[in-house]
């Protein structure tokens, strides 16, 4: 069974940090683009960065260049996203997801997802 799993997601103040987790199962991973993707309030769901697992080839969206790191352990078959410098603006739900093209922040390249976790900037 196929699961994508997402943690780590809370309550921080504007210039805080948080590291997202993705755990994978079900799926041989190292075939896989992993995404992050986060949809706010509102707002339709956006991409925000990918890792190539088998390379760790990355991409990132511009509004998180230089703030967000993605990365992957690949003993654990986890994913990471390390958010610093965070703004109100990076609130929304964070959701993982696997795709089996080239690294794209492209939503309909990936057919499994995870249920999200919340990310709330705030003072």
């Known amino acids: 069974q196929v699961q994508l799993v997402e943690s780590g997601g809370d309550l921080v103040q504007p210039g805080g940090s948080l590291r997202l987790s993705c755990a994978t199962s079900?799926?041989?991973?190292?075939?896989?683009?992993i995404g992050w993707f986060r949809q706010a309030p509102g707002k339709e769901r956006e991409g925000v960065s990918c890792?190539?697992?088998?390379?760790?080839?990355?991409v990132y969206a511009d509004s998180v260049k230089g703030r967000f790191t993605i990365s992957r352990d690949k003993a654990k078959n986890m994913v990471y996203l390390q958010m610093n410098n965070l703004k109100p603006e990076d609130t929304a739900i964070y959701y993982c997801?696997?795709?089996?093209?080239?690294?794209?922040?492209?939503?309909?390249?990936?057919?499994?997802w995870g249920q999200g976790t919340q990310v709330t900037v705030s003072s």
């Open positions: 890792i190539n697992f088998s390379d760790g080839d990355t």
């Open positions: 079900g799926f041989t991973v190292d075939y896989y683009v």
């Open positions: 997801a696997a795709s089996p093209v080239p690294p794209e922040l492209v939503m309909t390249n990936y057919f499994w």
